[in-house]
């Protein structure tokens, strides 16, 4: 049975840090590209970085220079660090394996909220 669990989201102040991670379960983790997903309230779910199964990263503008993305094929985890999170980073965050994604397979999990907000 699929799984990808998503946690780690909260509220947070402008210019503060959060670290999100995803459990996968059900899939050959390693082998697959994962991505980091949000989607904002009226608007469509975007991608904000993607990583490899070799570990290659890329990042949408928006996050390029405060995310980071990384992989734990040991425990079949990704991460989304964010830091100098801004007002518009607040959105509803979900990974994904980046082919089901392109492929408009449909799964998604329940997803993290991020609120950015003083």
């Known amino acids: 049975q699929v799984q990808l669990v998503e946690s780690g989201g909260g509220l947070v102040q402008p210019g503060g840090s959060l670290r999100l991670s995803c459990a996968a379960s059900?899939?050959?983790?390693?082998?697959?590209?994962m991505g980091w997903f949000r989607q904002a309230p009226g608007k469509q779910r975007e991608s904000v970085a993607t990583i490899t199964s070799g570990g290659s990263t890329n990042y949408a503008n928006s996050g390029k220079g405060r995310f980071t993305i990384s992989r734990d094929n040991a425990k079949n985890t990704v991460y989304l660090q964010m830091n100098s999170l801004k007002p518009e980073d607040t959105a509803v965050y979900y990974c994904?394996?980046?082919?089901?994604?392109?492929?408009?397979?449909?799964?998604w999990g329940q997803g993290t909220q991020v609120t950015v907000s003083s």
């Open positions: 994904n394996v980046v082919s089901w994604v392109l492929s408009g397979y449909g799964y």
């Open positions: 059900g899939i050959i983790f390693s082998s697959n590209a």
